[in-house]
C-alpha cells in the first residue's frame, strides 16, 4: 500500500538537555591531568569475519520514496519483503516499470485489489509519487542467506537484518517438467532466470502462495494475463503443471 509521506508520516521530536558550568566555577575547581582517552582505531575485520549486515537499503538518498514507503511497510513490511506466508508480496527489487504499471493500474480501477484503492487515489499518489516509491522499492536488496553475527551485534541488530532475508521455501513438484515449460511458454517475458524483464514482473524470489494465487486469478480471468485474457497460456495448462512450474521457480533462487 502507498500514500504521500507529507500526509501520513508523522516524526517525533527529541530534545537534548544540555548542563552549563560557569566559568568561575571551573576556576575553582582543583587541578586534575586530564585522562588521555584510549586511541580508537578503524574497525578492521578480521578474514575470516563476516562484514557488517546492512540494515538499509542502499539509495537512502531517495528520501520521497522512503518516506512514502512507510505507509507501504504497514503490510509489505519496512523492506518490501511482503508477508511471509504470501498474503502480502514481496515489492522490494521488483522491475521498476512493473511496480510503476501496476500502482497506475490500481489507481486507474484496471487492477481490482479494494485494499489498494485508498492508497492509490489521485490525490494521494501522483505520478512523481509513484516514481518516486517504484526506484526505492526497486533497488532494495534483499539477501538469501542467513546473516552472520559478532558477538557485539544487539539484539535490534541482529531482528533487523534477519527480517530482510528472503528464502522462500521449495515448492513441491517435478522440477524437470516446470523447466521444460517456462522455457516454452514463460522466460521470453520473464526470463531465462525468472527476473522479469521491462513491465513484466519478477517471479523469482517471490512467495509460491502468492503466484499460485494470482495464477488462479488470471486463470479465471479475475486479473488479465495476456491478450488472450482466460484463454491465453495459464489456461493452456494442467493443474499439476502450474505446480511444478512453482516447484522449478523455487530451485533457481539465489542460493
Not at 36 to 61: G, H, M, Q, S, Y
Request: proline share 8%; net charge neutral.
Amino acid at each position: 500500500m502507498f500514500c504521500s509521506p507529507h500526509r501520513l508520516l508523522f516524526l517525533g521530536a527529541f530534545s537534548l538537555a544540555l548542563g552549563c558550568v560557569s566559568p568561575s566555577a571551573l576556576a575553582a575547581a582543583p587541578k586534575k591531568p586530564a585522562a588521555r582517552p584510549a586511541a580508537i582505531k578503524p574497525a578492521t575485520p578480521a578474514a575470516n569475519e563476516a562484514p557488517p549486515v546492512a540494515l538499509v537499503p542502499a539509495n537512502i538518498d531517495n528520501e520521497k520514496g522512503k518516506d512514502i514507503n512507510e505507509v507501504c511497510a504497514a503490510c509489505h513490511g519496512k523492506y518490501g519483503q511482503g508477508g511471509k506466508r504470501g498474503e502480502y508480496p514481496r515489492i522490494a527489487g521488483q522491475r521498476l516499470t512493473y511496480l510503476k504499471d501496476q500502482l497506475k493500474s490500481f489507481r486507474a480501477r484496471q487492477r481490482i485489489n479494494i485494499p489498494m484503492y485508498p492508497y492509490t487515489q489521485e490525490r494521494e499518489l501522483p505520478d512523481e509519487d509513484i516514481d518516486a516509491v517504484s526506484e526505492y522499492l526497486a533497488k532494495i536488496e534483499l539477501p538469501t542467506q542467513w546473516p552472520e553475527f559478532k558477538d557485539s551485534d544487539d539484539a535490534l541488530t541482529r531482528l533487523e537484518a534477519m527480517d530482510r532475508v528472503m528464502i522462500i521455501p521449495r515448492a513441491e513438484g517435478d522440477i524437470e517438467n516446470g523447466k521444460s515449460i517456462y522455457q516454452k511458454e514463460c522466460y521470453t517475458c520473464h526470463g531465462t532466470d525468472g527476473r522479469g524483464r521491462g513491465r513484466f514482473p519478477m517471479l523469482v524470489g517471490q512467495y509460491t502462495n502468492y503466484l499460485k494465487k494470482q495464477t488462479d486469478a488470471y486463470r479465471k480471468g479475475e486479473r488479465p494475463h495476456d491478450e488472450k485474457g482466460n484463454t491465453g497460456v495459464l489456461n493452456l495448462l494442467k493443474e499439476q503443471d502450474i505446480q511444478d512450474l512453482l516447484a522449478y521457480l523455487t530451485s533457481i533462487q539465489n542460493p
